[in-house]
Structures are given as C-alpha cells and as structure tokens.
C-alpha cells in the first residue's frame, strides 16, 4: 500500500538527517580544541607542496606546544576566490598566503595586519630589502614575501640544439630573440615561441627594459598607447609571419604549463615564471632549459626578481604573536627551510638560501643555478601593482584577442585598453 | 508496482467538475502556513535578505574589502552607455538561449518518448543518455570537451572544420553543446511526467479509434504540458543565467575575443576578478529583471496550452 | 502510423519500427558516449599525452594514476573524502525531498492568502544570478558560525530553498486530479493526511527525480563545498580532485581524471539504483505490466 512505503521513506529519511546533523556538530567542535591556541593558515599549491607544508607544521607545533595549526589549501584559482569571500565575510585565516597582486587590495581593505606591530616576534634582517619593499603599501609593512621567482625563457633543449640556432645568452635583446625564433620557426617547421602579445607579464619585461614600468609610483598607468601599440604591432608582425604561435594555440593558455604551445609540442619555447616551468619536465620529451628574458636595445634588463608569493596575518586575528611565529618560522628556520627546499621559490631568506644551494635537487636545483646566474644584474622590483591590475591582466589578454583575429590594429586595441585602464584605476 | 491500482482507479473520470464540502477557510489556510513554514524561513533569511543586500549594493561603489559607498544609479547608467562589452555579453547570452533551449529540449522530449513505449532496454538506454549528465560541467569534461574540439581534435578530424573552441564564430557552439549533450535532467522529468499520464487514457482514445498521433496530439501533450512548461521555463532561466559550461570552455575568459563572454560570466569577472561587486550586482538584477519578463510571457501564454488535471476543464 | 490505427486495440508496435528506435538510440548513444570513452581513456594516460595527445587511446596504461588518486589528498584518505561527500548529498536529498514537497503541496493544492505574489516570488528567486547573493550568504552563515560546518551545504535544503525543485514538484501535484482530495476529505482526511496517503505517493516520479538530481548536483557542486569547507577533514572527493590543478606549480592531470572517475561511481551506483523507480508512476497499472 502506497501509506506503507510512505511510512518506511520517511523512517529512513529521519534517520538520514540525524545522522547529517550529529555530524555537522561532532565537526564544528573543534576548532577550540584543549585550551590551545588555534591558528588557521592556508595557501594555494599542490599535494606535493601540501605534504612539505604538513611536516614544516608539525615542526612548529613540536616546538610551540600550546599551538594548534590547522591547515587548508587548494589550486590557485580556487583559492583565490575563496580567501576573497573568507576575507569579506570577516573570515580571514589567521596566516595566509597572498599573491603580489593582492596584497594592495588586502592592505587598503583593512584585512592584513600591520607587521610592524609585530616585529619582535617576526625577523625580516635576512630579506634583501629591495624584495622586502614589494610587501610595503605606503610605507607600511602588510605582507613579507616567502619564495622569490623570476621570468625565464624556457625551452626545448633537444630541439632547439637539433635546429641549429644558437642558444640564448645572457644580455641579448629583444630583436635577438624575435631572430632566433624566426630562425627556430623555419628550422622546425613549428612557431618557435607562444604569441608574447597577450601577457602582461612579457609587457612589463619588455617596458622595463626601455626604463618605464606598468604603473607609476602612484599606482597610475606608467606607459603610453604608443607604446603598448609598438609592442602589439611587434607581436603582430610576428605572429602573422608564423614565428610565434597563431591567435587559435594562444587562446587555449589557461595558467596550466600543460595547455601552453610548448606543454602540446606545438611550439619549442614558451615564456614562464622559472618555478613553474618544472611542469615542463613531465611533458617535454627532449628535456626544457632556462634562459634569460631578452632585454632593451641598450642591455637594460627587464626582468626581476618577483616575490612568488608572500605570507600575511589577518588584522582581526585574536592571536598575532602566534600567527607572527608562525611566519616567522616559516621564512626563516634552518629546519623548516630544508623540509620546504624551494617548493614555494627559492628561499628570500639570504642566509637560508645559501645553506640550501647544495641540498637543492633536480629542478629545485635548475632553478637556483638560473636565478644565481642573474644575481646582480637585475634591477629592483616595482611596488606591488594597484589592486585593478587583477581586472587588467584579463583585460590586457582579451583587447590582445581583437588584434591576433585581426578584428582590430594594434593602435585602435592599445586606445581600447588605455582606456580601460584609465576607468579601472581611477574607481 | 501493483501498489499503485488503488488511487489510480479512483482518479477516473479526470474531468468532472463537481465540488464537495470544504472544510472550513481558516483551518485549510493554516495548513497551507504549517507545510509553508520551513519555506518560509529559508526565504526570509537565506533568500530575501541577501537579495535586499545585493538589491542595495547594485546603487553603491562596493570593491568587497572596504564599506560599500552611495553612487545611485551611476553602475546602471556606465552599465548601459559606457560599457561594450556589456552589450556584447547581452548579444552572446541570446544567442545561446535561442540555440540551446530548443534544441536540448527537443532532444530530450524526443529520446524520453522514443524510451517511452520501449519493452527492453529501457533501463539501459535511461542511464545511457544520462550518464553524461552525472559529470556537471567539472574540470574533467571541460578538459575533455577542449581536447574534442580543439584543432585536430575529434570535431576537427571528422569535418575538417578546425577546432570549434579555437574560432571566435563557432565556440559558443561548442559550449551550447556541451549544455545540449547534458540532457538528462530534462529527459527525466519528461519521462517522470510520461509516467504519470494514466494508461487508462490511451486505453480509452485507442478504443476511440485514435491512431498513434492522434493520441500524441490528445492524450500525451496536454497530459505532459504541465511538465513541458516546466522545462521551457526552468531551461529558459538556466540558460539566461548560463556559467559553467562557457567558463568551463574558454577556461574561465570567455574567449576566444569574448565569443563565449556570456552575462554571467562578465557578472563575475566584474565582482570577483575586478571587485566591483557593485557594478555586479546591477548587473544581475537588470538581468533578473530581463529573465522576469521572459517568464512571466512564458506564464502568459501558458493559459493556452497548458492543461492541469487539477483545474478540470481550462 | 495512421494506416494502422483502427484495428490496433492492444498497441503492438511493429517489430521493424521497434528496431529502428533501437539503432536510432544506439547511434546516437555512440557520439554521446564518446566523451566519456575519452575522459575513461585519458584517466590511464601518462603524464605527456594527458593533454597534449589528441588520441583516444592511451600510449601505454598509467595506472598509477589510479594509485595516486587513491592514496587521498593531504593525509586525508580518500574514504574519508568519499564519507563526507555521501554524508553531505544524503542530507541535501533529505532536505530537498521533505521541505520541497511540503512547499509544494501548499503551493499546488491549498488555497491561502498571497499564493500568487509568494509563488511569483519563489520563482524570482531563480532568477537572480548566485554569484550577486554568494557574499550576503557567505556573511549570515558566518554570523551564525556556522562557516567550515556542513551547515550552510545541507540547511538550505531542509529550508526548501531550491525553487527548482518546488516549482518541479508542483507541477506535479496540479497534473494530480482535484477529486483525489475529494474523495479523501469525504472519507474524513485533513490536508496532512491526504498529503502523506494520497497526494505523495502519487508524485513519486518527481520526488524520485528530485532525489537523483539533488544528489548528483550536490556531489558535483565544487564551488560551495570550496567556500564553506576549511578543515581539509571536512573535504569531498569533489574538492580534493580539484587539489590536483594548481595553475602556479605543477599539476597532475592524470590522477585528477582518475579520481574524476573514481567521483563518478557513486553517482552512478545512485543513479542505478534509483532509477527504476521512475516508472513507477500511475500508468504502471495499466499498459505496463
């Protein structure tokens, strides 16, 4: 009888929701668990990363025993929207991980807490100080960065030497590059490079190398339409001569290494931040090297030396002096550095950095080698961007898309985005 | 099986209009108050309130780190004169509610009446057609679906056309496909609906002498409108409001040149990507208000070719 | 099809006809299944041909993919990661059965005051894009403290939030003929017990349907389960797949489709499972025995 079955149904639906709510009960308890101090600490990586950051944790546990850290972590995608919404709702973790394009944002919204409250607890003397200023949001210390990174030009080494081409050297220029892509292009038979027009990240290479930055002092725009329009008209040419990939490979990037030209064996090298070009290894057969960025007519370098990431204790924590150890030990413990090893960058700590050299394996070790071949050339980092460029880089590589379909020039894309630009700075 | 003879019979016949006593008004409608109830609270606090929330931030400054400001109508009036890609956004979300609702609810109407009077099999072919369903729009199938129709990929194998998500003209086909593809809720309410069309009807029209069509025309569409109705409506709205499957395509950018840019999408690169969580909450009451009017002419026209059981003769 | 109607009493389709629904069905089930060869194909492919092989068959087997996946993320295991997703779709569909088909009934079969704006109003609610109201919801279930609880993913449901699923199931109640309740009234029934004895069983297939599909968009909804979960203990297989995607290291793209996979089945098996209720609606008295 239908009344039957009616009774059964909703025996077990009962029974089904209790259980949902002794769970949701038994989980929510123990956040304050025996009297200890419980910190939250979260950042984005992978499980590789998760398991070092695990064992660095339970160091500090081990030796702050009135410490309970509890961890989260995920892709850097979804975690930047969550710590977002987290940070909004009045939900920041106690530590977290920040990327550079967030800490002014971070900052200026009352989120981070001043550092300098908490110096005692916290050493910054072993951070160069150029590094440790992209942390500072008018003169204040919000943030300090935790691994450092720069851009590289990473390539397939079997293919390049098969071509002939003479590898990249240090101090080469921007027209050398675009020759010996041109030359690897005809070679292969392959674009030797990813279109270079729709990243930002190349831009302010390219820019830097001619003296200028992406924004002023004053976190306005530090370039002009003439000069975006000459470094789209440059990746035009290109482009359309088949020496950089077309406009139907380049619209695939998605961040993953995995979705890039050179990740699908359509190109043979690929500008990228130099630790996560480690991605390569497992996808490029013929083995990837690191070369420099080119840089200006005059030898000006372009590229520096980018915190990778930076750590932050939330303003609104009820634990500072614990959340500051925390940092603290994780930037600058001996033990603490060797479970971390660079998976994070290479280490900002100087003192560290040094130590760890020779323990660094594999392309950890590749890495550190490129970055040492860089040390002291390279010029100081420019303060961390204003909180619109995480709208800008988007805008930067979808007003590109209109000149690779050739639905607009060059100079009518780059007044597009001045234009942008301008609204997105200004609110 | 069986277990369901006895109300059945009882229903016939379905079109008598005769009324019994009612009870009295004030106890049915504080019946109606005490099944309301957990709807109600859930309304109030899960649903108005942050809809009054987002309501009041669609007229202030709001960049989601520091208290919202007071700008009026500024987001609405920049929305509608100063922003292309707005409009751009509109254009592309029509388009895709104009390809994707017929032809996913065409497909799903057709295969639930094909599976409908099937002997054997029928279990098999539900799950089968389901089944893509069962994946969302995840990571996996949109990595799956770019490397289907990515450039040598299957699509561009067996046309020859090149890779559809690769090519602003046709990615937005590619991402109503992946809507289409994922039939299967529609296709079960559909044949829930089917299911519910009391087999004495057809028995009666057959005897009737109505042939196949004639009993499609009499007995399965008015019996099925109610359900048809809902599925044009929800689909309707859902594909308004369409996300996932184009982030999922265009890896979140809406590219290639924001072909596949559709409202949602935008909405969110403004209040998350951008924090203008302000200008994103016009955004999505403008298009509640767009989708509000859609559906109350789908409400119109529903008095005229839409027939319920329950009101006897409409 | 007409030619045969008049002598057709007991409707026998023609076994030719049969067997051309049959290889439409098939055929078409071949390009729709293809997508899924492909992500089973692609969850036993090697590092390099992950995404950059366009083929569907893998290389050689990685099925070390497999183990990977298995070993769980972050310490946590993946049983524990398979528990808590079960746990929170189970509760979901508890909710969304009982306190949609409540709202419904009233919806579709009482008569109150402001039945129309509050029906109008709940169809509203669907229309307002999620993303506008994810903040406010973020706020208030802060304010109750119940953020990295599996409150704010199952609460809502025993509070009937989804209107889909109340406007579903009215829709069903109003294809129930009014002379149901009239028959049970004259026999002395309240609207409680006419709900539970005659009004409910016979929406089954919609209350089956909001079973299955509560539960499959539950256990796939990735983005909920992000904002709301912290502890990685209270993690789902749904997260934890995503955990193998880190656009800024390393991602291995090979264990997120095993586990994608792995995710699959117990959706499937409720799928299976459930599904067959489906055809027991009201016409299974009659035709199909």
């Known amino acids: 009888m239908p009344g039957h079955r009616t009774k059964g149904f909703c025996a077990s639906a009962a029974a089904l929701a209790l259980c949902a709510v002794l769970a949701g009960c038994g989980g929510s308890g123990d956040t304050a668990a025996g009297g200890k101090v419980v910190l939250r600490y979260t950042w984005w990586g992978n499980p590789d990363r998760a398991a070092r950051t695990e064992q ?271 940092v603290d030990f994780l930037l600058n413990d001996h033990r603490a550095a060797k479970i971390l090893g660079a998976t994070r960058g290479i280490p900002v700590n100087e003192t560290i950095r040094e130590q760890t050299a020779s323990q660094l394996k594999d392309f950890d070790k590749t890495v550190a080698d490129y970055q040492a071949s860089l040390e002291g050339t390279l010029k100081d980092p420019p303060q961390a961007p204003p909180s619109g460029d995480n709208a800008l880089q988007t805008t930067f590589a979808r007003d590109y898309d209109q000149v690779s379909y050739e639905r607009m020039s060059p100079r009518e894309a780059a007044e597009n985005y001045i234009t942008e630009a301008k609204a997105e700075l200004r609110s | 099986m069986t277990t369901t003879d006895i109300p059945a019979s009882t229903a016939r016949p379905p079109r008598s209009t005769s009324a019994p006593a009612r009870r009295p008004k004030r106890e049915r409608e504080g019946a109606a108050w005490v099944f309301l109830s957990p709807w109600v609270l859930g309304a109030i606090v899960l649903t108005l309130l942050p809809m009054a929330v987002s309501l009041y931030l669609s007229f202030t400054d709001y960049d989601l780190f520091n208290a919202p400001h007071w700008v009026g109508l500024r987001n609405y009036t920049q929305m509608f004169t100063e922003d292309p890609r707005y409009w751009r956004s509109v254009t592309t979300t029509l388009t895709y509610v104009v390809i994707a609702v017929p032809l996913q609810l065409a497909l799903a109407l057709g295969v639930a009446l094909a599976l409908k009077n099937m002997r054997r099999g029928k279990g098999f072919y539900r799950s089968a057609f389901y089944a893509p369903s069962l994946l969302g729009a995840s990571m996996s199938v949109a990595l799956v679906w770019r490397a289907v129709f990515n450039d040598g990929g299957t699509v561009d194998n067996l046309l020859g056309s090149g890779g559809w998500i690769n090519k602003p003209g046709w990615s937005l086909l590619a991402v109503a496909l992946l809507t289409v593809w994922q039939f299967g809720a529609p296709m079960v309410i559909f044949l829930a609906g089917l299911q519910q069309i009391p087999a004495e009807l057809y028995e009666a029209a057959a005897v009737d002498g109505a042939g196949k069509w004639r009993q499609f025309v009499s007995v399965t569409v008015p019996m099925l409108s109610p359900v048809l109705f809902f599925n044009l409506v929800l689909q309707t709205i859902q594909a308004f409001q369409v996300f996932t499957p184009a982030f999922a395509v265009s890896g979140g950018k809406g590219g290639p040149a924001d072909s596949t840019l559709v409202y949602t999408l935008y909405l969110y690169d403004r209040g998350f990507v951008a924090s203008h969580m302000g200008y994103a909450s016009a955004m999505a009451w403008v298009l509640l208000i767009i989708i509000g009017v859609v559906t109350a002419v789908l409400f119109r026209t529903s008095r005229t070719w839409v027939f319920y059981a329950s009101e006897g003769e409409r | ?225 992000l904002i709301y979960l912290f502890d990685p203990d209270k993690f789902t297989l749904t997260l934890a797949l995503r955990s193998f995607v880190d656009a800024s290291s390393q991602s291995a793209f090979g264990p997120m489709f095993a586990m994608s996979v792995i995710a699959l089945l117990p959706i499937v098996l409720f799928f299976l499972a459930f599904q067959r209720f489906l055809v027991e609606g009201m016409a299974s008295s009659g035709l199909k025995g």
Not at chain 3, 89 to 111: D, E
């Open chain 1, 56 to 326: 660095a944790v339970a160091l500090f546990e081990k030796q702050h025993p009135g410490v309970r850290v509890q961890t989260s972590f995920s892709g850097y995608d979804a975690y930047k929207q969550k710590l977002a919404i987290q940070a909004t709702g009045g939900d920041a973790p106690d530590v977290m991980q920040l990327d550079y394009r967030q800490i002014d944002q971070y900052a200026s919204g009352d989120v981070l807490l001043d550092l300098g409250k908490v110096k005692s607890a916290l050493r910054t003397s072993e951070i160069d100080a150029g590094l440790l200023a992209t942390g500072r949001v008018d003169g204040t210390l919000y943030a300090v960065p935790q691994g450092r990174g720069t851009e590289t030009l990473v390539y397939d080494v079997a293919t390049w030497k098969a071509s002939g081409v003479p590898l990249p050297k240090q101090g080469w220029t921007w027209s050398e590059w675009a020759d010996a892509m041109r030359a690897l292009a005809k070679k292969t038979g392959k674009p030797g490079a990813t279109d270079p027009g729709q990243s930002e990240d190349a831009f302010e290479v390219w820019l830097r190398g001619q003296g200028k930055s992406l924004y002023t002092k004053d976190g306005s725009l530090g370039f002009t339409a003439s000069d975006l329009t000459r470094w789209w008209t440059f990746a035009d040419r290109l482009r359309r001569e088949g020496t950089v990939s077309r406009a139907e490979q380049t619209t695939q990037l998605d961040g993953t290494v995995e979705n890039t030209p050179l990740g699908r064996g359509t190109a043979s090298s690929d500008f990228n931040w130099d630790a996560p070009a480690s991605g390569y290894l497992a996808i490029v057969k013929g083995g990837v090297a690191l070369a420099p960025m080119p840089s200006g007519t005059d030898g000006t370098p372009g590229q520096y030396y980018k915190p990778s990431m930076f750590l932050g204790v939330a303003a609104d924590t009820s634990h500072p002096k614990e959340s500051a150890e925390l």
């Open chain 3, 1 to 225: 099809m007409t030619a045969t109607a008049p002598t057709a009493v007991p409707r026998k389709p023609v076994g030719r006809g049969r067997v051309a629904v049959h290889i439409g069905c098939l055929v078409a089930l071949l390009v729709m299944l293809y997508p899924l060869a492909w992500l089973l194909a692609t969850s036993l492919k090697p590092a390099d041909e992950v995404i950059a092989s366009l083929d569907l068959l893998p290389g050689h087997l990685e099925w070390s993919n497999y183990k990977t996946a298995l070993d769980g993320v972050n310490d946590v295991s993946i049983w524990r990661l398979l528990g808590n997703s079960l746990l929170i779709a189970g509760g979901a569909v508890v909710g969304n059965v009982v306190s949609c088909s409540l709202a419904a009934y009233a919806f579709a079969r009482l008569r109150f005051r402001l039945r129309g704006p509050l029906f109008a109003f709940m169809i509203a609610t669907i229309m307002l894009p999620h993303h506008a109201v994810l903040i406010p919801q973020y706020i208030i279930f802060n304010k109750l403290g119940l953020v990295n609880t599996y409150w704010p993913l199952i609460l809502p449901k025993f509070l009937a939030t989804e209107a889909f699923f109340v406007f579903l199931i009215v829709q069903f109640m109003r294809g129930l003929p009014r002379e149901l309740e009239e028959a049970a009234r004259i026999d002395g029934c309240g609207p409680f017990r006419s709900f539970f004895q005659v009004i409910l069983p016979l929406t089954r297939p919609a209350l089956i349907t909001t079973a299955i599909f509560t539960f499959i968009w539950t256990w796939n909804d990735f983005f909920t389960q």
